[in-house]
């Protein structure tokens, strides 16, 4: 099994195989699940100086997906994401650091509704595989927490039973597929 050190290269994000999601509790009693369907990402990974590898991602807001229109369109709005003035998230790296033969962390500045903040997320490389046509395909897979008020979205609704209608922690997840661009087998 190639292993993280082994991954030297230019990569795109395959949204068409990808996930990029989140989960919160509602009404603390469930979780409501979500996931953004627009979006694009590139890395460049250097096993021999990770210091030198870098990656980034731009989702757009518009795409947010809960599987429920109203839903979705009151977090468009300034209550929460603030679409029509911040239609972009973005995230980019400022380090990427080998954890295990299989696992590395990416920090970097993830930026919502025009808040930036740092943020590490854990990643675990899944595998490595040639695709049928002859791309190098890698998928990792990550998650983190983050306060959704760190970054200015703090509606919220108390409940007559107590506590309050939307935790503050999000879990951002990531389902990546990414194809290699300097990909030998294809010459």
């Known amino acids: 099994m190639t292993n993280v050190k082994e991954l030297s290269g230019t990569y795109a994000i395959d949204p068409t195989h990808s996930r990029v999601g989140f989960v919160t509790r509602h009404a603390m009693v469930t979780k409501v699940r979500g996931a953004f369907n627009d979006f694009t990402g590139s890395a460049r990974f250097d096993s021999e100086n990770p210091a030198n590898s870098s990656g980034e ?14 839903r979705d369109k009151h977090l468009h709005n300034l209550d929460f994401l603030g679409l029509e003035e911040h239609p972009e998230i973005t995230f980019r790296t400022t380090a990427i650091a080998p954890t295990g033969p299989d696992t590395f962390d990416v920090t970097g500045d993830l930026a919502i509704r025009g808040i930036t903040r740092s943020i590490t997320i854990p990643f675990t490389f899944e595998g490595q595989a040639l695709d049928p046509f002859g791309d190098t395909r890698v998928g990792f897979e990550g998650s983190a927490t983050i306060n959704r008020k760190d970054f200015g979205i703090t509606w919220n609704a108390t409940l007559e039973t107590g506590g309050v209608l939307i935790s503050d922690k999000v879990v951002l997840e990531f389902e990546v597929s990414a194809i290699k661009q300097d990909n030998p087998a294809q010459n």
Not at 57 to 62: E, N, R
């Open 57 to 70: 991602v731009t989702i757009q807001v518009a795409s947010i997906d809960t599987r429920n229109a109203d």
